[in-house]
């Protein structure tokens, strides 16, 4: 089992939508980074946090400590926003500052 | 915002031919930097971290002979696949951070293509 699991693998939206991307892990973690992965493979740092909730224009991410779990939500979602969504945690049990990733998320907007 | 530069975007060679790859931080102090490689429709999977100054620290099954990392300053480390071959074809990704704590910023890849 993945140290890092995301959900859903694809989503499909309408321009307009509002969408969720949830993330599980399963050991404790010092923070969590959400990743957004262009077609052509660049690599943007959407988030970064270790509690509560933060909000980026039309993005906001969500941390639940005690359940192990976070949400990305893209509100009226574009068809910019068609990208793989990638759930990375910085687990507390290794050393130094590798991140764990998780397989990530397929997200196509259509207009 | 923090703008990590790597070079080149693409390369196609023969096989036997060594390519570097350059990761820059262009505003900020990359302590650390971290070399990724990404098989299609797979996560990043880390190959090496290295701190600058310091000998890069490698992946269990990362040939560091293979992959040669040199992280001589703040903000440069290159990535050298030596000899490669058409099992190194990937997408490499470097991304790097200032400090503990603060988040990592990537670098728009290397899609490396050994014929």
């Known amino acids: 089992k993945n140290e890092v699991e995301q959900s859903p693998q694809n989503l499909t939206a309408q321009e307009g939508e509002f969408i969720t991307i949830n993330c599980s892990y399963s050991v404790g973690i010092s923070a969590l980074h959400w990743l957004q992965q262009h077609p052509g493979g660049g690599i943007v740092s959407l988030f970064m946090?270790?509690?509560g909730k933060k909000k980026h224009g039309r993005l906001i991410a969500t941390i639940n400590i005690q359940e192990k779990h976070s949400s990305l939500h893209i509100t009226a979602s574009h068809p910019r926003d068609s990208a793989v969504y990638i759930c990375?945690?910085?687990?507390?049990?290794?050393?130094?500052?590798?991140?764990?990733f998780g397989e990530g998320t397929q997200l196509t907007v259509n207009p | 915002g923090a703008v990590v530069s790597q070079h080149p975007s693409r390369v196609i060679c023969k096989s036997g031919t060594s390519v570097k790859i350059e990761c820059r931080s262009l505003?900020?102090?990359?302590?650390?930097m971290f070399w990724y490689r990404q098989f299609p429709k797979q996560s990043l999977m880390l190959m090496a971290t290295?701190?600058?100054?310091?000998?890069?620290?490698?992946e269990q099954g990362v040939e560091k002979d293979k992959f040669l990392i040199n992280h001589a300053s703040l903000t440069l480390s290159t990535l050298t696949v030596t000899s490669a071959h058409p099992e190194d074809s990937s997408f490499y990704i470097c991304?790097?951070?200032?400090?503990?704590?603060?988040?990592?910023?990537f670098g728009d890849g290397t899609r490396l293509s050994i014929l």
């Open positions: 290295s701190n600058e100054g310091s000998k890069a620290t490698y």
């Open positions: 505003d900020f102090q990359a302590t650390t």
């Open positions: 990375a945690v910085r687990l507390v049990q290794t050393s130094g500052s590798r991140l764990t």
């Open positions: 991304s790097a951070r200032d400090r503990i704590g603060q988040p990592q910023h």
């Open positions: 946090l270790s509690s």
